[in-house]
């Protein structure tokens, strides 16, 4: 299994500010991922972090609004840009399994609960 | 593309009640199913998979088998404690080495003594 932290678990934001969010894995892991879920929905896949380059992002998601850098095996933030209420949402990291095996498991952070006013 | 629909919440269940949530899903190809489970104040955690059709997942007393004829995935188990009170999401991916998750919306379980 990999044990991963992020930061912060949650803060209260100002609109039109910009927050990072940090994701910290104790093992080296191929691939980063960066969820989303907002209140009462489901989670969305924001994009795939890559290691040494720009991120891959999913339809809807544009990296001028949530930049991303993944600058090794272990780490990686998000950033939430010019924030308005409506990125009030839990922001979730997951990896896949630092054995490398292809098991189609994730595993995920706790989540930064994140909420602009 | 993929979708997954799950069972509204919340469910309530005393102790030792039945629990079944279910869940149907649309993809294309071969996709692989999860039931991921998020505890109060954790982060989501793999409950049980499967990755082809007629698999059963099983794990802490709970399963889900595979139906492919139905598109479901439902997830039960015969007597539920008040430590499985959390929230449920089935998920799936595309199969093989594809990792990107697609979930339902989540169910909340909340069972009483």
């Known amino acids: 299994s990999a044990v991963i932290s992020q930061k912060p678990s949650r803060d209260i934001c100002q609109r039109g500010t910009s927050l990072t969010i940090q994701c910290q894995v104790d093992?080296?892991?191929?691939?980063m991922f960066w969820y989303r879920q907002q209140p009462g929905q489901s989670l969305t896949l924001i994009a795939t972090?890559?290691?040494?380059?720009?991120?891959?992002?999913e339809s809807g998601f544009v990296i001028d609004k949530f930049p991303i850098s993944r600058p090794n095996l272990t780490f990686s933030t998000l950033t939430v840009s010019n924030m308005s209420p409506e990125d009030s949402s839990i922001y979730l990291c997951?990896?896949?399994?630092?054995?490398?095996?292809?098991?189609?498991?994730?595993?995920f952070g706790e989540g930064s609960r994140l909420t602009v006013l | 593309g993929n979708s997954v629909t799950q069972m509204e919440g919340p469910v309530t269940l005393s102790e030792e009640a039945f629990l079944t949530i279910n869940c149907t899903y649309t993809?294309?190809?071969?996709?692989?199913l999860f039931w991921y489970v998020q505890y109060p104040g954790e982060g989501l955690q793999l409950l049980l998979k499967?990755?082809?059709?007629?698999d059963k997942g099983s794990n802490k007393g709970f399963e889900a088998t595979y139906r492919k004829e139905t598109t479901s995935f439902h997830l039960e188990k015969g007597s539920v404690q008040v430590s499985d009170s959390a929230v449920y999401f089935c998920?799936?991916?595309?199969?093989?080495?594809?990792?990107?998750?697609?979930f339902g919306k989540g169910t909340l379980l909340t069972v009483n003594p």
């Open positions: 972090a890559n290691q040494g380059s720009e991120a891959t992002y």
């Open positions: 993809a294309t190809g071969y996709p692989s």
């Open positions: 093992s080296q892991v191929t691939m």
């Open positions: 997951s990896v896949t399994p630092p054995s490398g095996l292809n098991t189609g498991e994730l595993f």
């Open positions: 998920a799936l991916n595309s199969g093989g080495s594809n990792y990107k998750l697609t």
């Open positions: 499967a990755t082809k059709a007629d």
